[in-house]
């Protein structure tokens, strides 16, 4: 498999860039931070998107290393944006189950944070419910370490998976992410008002923060701030767009 084999160059080629999607507080519209997702700009096959090589990139032992790379170009960013006067922050990533079952995790963001000059609250780490299937395992140390070195922590996905937020409770998790399968549902369903509704207030009860992730409609806005949201992030605001369009944005906001 070609891309298998290119992978490793790739990620040491300087091959992979960033796009980023604002995040915005639904009370003032205001940017309140962006998302980091990966791509590949292969010099043959063109511009290549997560679900076509993160799993392979895990199966294959490259993870740590791509990882690596996008939490090194994400401190780099915020550098850079706060060279030219913008602060973007917190700028958040995606983190592998894989890369919080590696105790050396912590250590290496430290490094790299103190390299480019980065506070810990600047970054926010977007992990996946995957991730916490055993509350006592290793992924849960590694949780704890980042929370203690002020790494805000975020839930992606929320609702994908198997934990309630009251298991979830028992974790350094200060953001759910409301998966986007919710937030489309609310254009067909009561029961999904209802429940997002719910999620919310519990999410508060809680002293968690919520984004809503995958708002492409104006409606879905409206009524997720309606319901208390704080956060909303999706292509009605925007899509996640290349960093110079993304200063565009911070500019001259959504
Ligand atoms: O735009 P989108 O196609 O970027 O992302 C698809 C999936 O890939 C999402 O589930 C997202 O969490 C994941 N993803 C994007 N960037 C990264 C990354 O840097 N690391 C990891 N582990 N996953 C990522
Ligand atoms: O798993 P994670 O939440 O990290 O991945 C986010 C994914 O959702 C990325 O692939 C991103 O491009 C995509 N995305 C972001 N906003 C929207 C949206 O409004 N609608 C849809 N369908 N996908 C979105
Ligand atoms: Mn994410
Ligand atoms: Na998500």
């Known amino acids: ?53 993160i ?66 609250s600047d970054i926010e780490v977007e992990v996946t419910e995957s991730c916490l299937v055993e509350p006592d395992g290793l992924s849960a140390r590694v949780l704890y370490q980042l929370q203690n070195m002020g790494v805000h922590i975020a839930l992606d996905d929320f609702g994908t998976g198997f934990s ?31 429940l997002v509704t719910s999620i919310i207030t519990l999410a508060h009860n809680l002293k968690m923060q919520v984004v809503a992730e995958g708002v492409e409609l104006m409606d879905q806005l409206v009524y997720l701030k309606t319901a208390g949201c704080d956060v909303v992030q999706g292509y009605f605001l925007s899509r996640p767009v290349p960093a110079q369009q993304a200063e565009v944005l911070l500019r001259q906001g959504v």
């Open 164 to 194: 309630s937020l009251s298991q979830i409770r028992a974790l350094p998790i200060g953001t759910i992410k409301l998966d986007k399968s919710f937030v489309n549902a609310l254009r067909s369903s009561h029961e999904a008002g209802v």
């Open 1 to 53: 498999y070609r891309l298998l084999r290119q992978l490793p160059q790739a990620i040491a080629d300087e091959q992979l860039v960033l796009h980023f999607q604002p995040k915005v507080r639904l009370e003032d519209c205001a940017i309140v931070g962006m998302e980091a997702l990966v791509r590949w700009q292969h010099p043959e096959y063109g511009l290549i998107y997560p679900g076509d090589f």
């Open 55 to 120: 799993a392979m990139a895990e199966e294959h032992g490259h993870i740590q290393a791509l990882g690596d790379w996008v939490m090194q170009a994400c401190c780099r960013q915020i550098a850079a944006w706060r060279m030219q006067g913008m602060d973007v922050v917190p700028l958040a990533f995606n983190v592998s189950p894989l890369q919080l079952k590696d105790c050396a995790f912590p250590t290496r963001i430290a490094t790299c944070l103190q390299h480019y000059g980065v506070r810990a």
